[in-house]
């Protein structure tokens, strides 16, 4: 999953991304999570996949959770307001 950064404009990274498969629609395995291990404090537009490697997985529906950053640190222009994530495309193969 592609996810963009720019702290300017309050958007964040997540914190972490978790990841569900399942072949029925119904019942879902959980298959592991990505963390963000990025500085949050870096300005600019950036981008960065949050990729989960699977082998031999078989699955026809996924379920993803981004957890949102949050509040804006101390730090930031917006601090004590909520950050956005955005995630631009997922990918799967």
């Given at each position: 999953m592609g996810c963009h950064q720019?702290?300017?404009s309050w958007i964040f990274y997540p914190k972490k991304v978790d990841y569900w498969t399942s072949?029925?629609?119904e019942k879902y395995n959980y298959q592991g999570n990505v963390l963000a291990n990025f500085p949050d404090n870096i300005e600019g537009s950036l981008q960065k996949d949050f990729t989960l490697?699977?082998?031999n997985?078989?699955?026809?529906y996924i379920k993803i959770k981004a957890e949102n950053y949050g509040i804006c640190p101390k730090w930031h222009l917006g601090a004590g307001g909520k950050t956005w994530v955005f995630v631009d495309e997922l990918t799967i193969k």
């Open positions: 720019d702290v300017r072949v029925d629609g490697n699977i082998k997985l078989k699955a026809r």
